[in-house]
């Protein structure tokens, strides 16, 4: 069963950082390509930054310049650097793959900005 566990999380004033991971007990985890979503309450989950099983990262457009997705394949992890962090980028943060369906969710962990 494929399981992963977000982490990293927290409350932080406008203009912080916070560093999310993301851990995932999947057997052939390099060949898949990972993405982070960020979820609000009353809305769908959104696509926030993906990573390739080549290394090519792709990004929403709010985030660009700001976030900085990367993988581990050894430690199966894929991480969310976030700086110049905004209000707007407050949610329950999420990974999964992309450009497929997806895996059954794990927990998330919030995001909350503010000052």
């Known amino acids: 069963q494929v399981e992963f566990v977000e982490s990293g999380g927290g409350l932080v004033h406008p203009g912080g950082s916070l560093r999310l991971s993301c851990a995932g007990s999947i057997w052939d985890f390099r060949s898949l390509n990972m993405g982070w979503y960020r979820q609000t309450p009353g809305n769908q989950r959104e696509f926030v930054a993906g990573?390739?099983?080549?290394?090519?990262?792709t990004y929403e457009d709010s985030v660009l310049g700001r976030f900085t997705i990367s993988r581990d394949n050894a430690k199966k992890t894929v991480y969310l650097q976030m700086n110049t962090l905004k209000a707007e980028d407050t949610g329950a943060y999420y990974c999964n793959v992309y450009g497929r369906d997806p895996f059954t969710w794990g927990q998330g962990t919030q995001v909350t900005v503010s000052s």
């Open positions: 990573i390739g099983a080549g290394y090519i990262p």
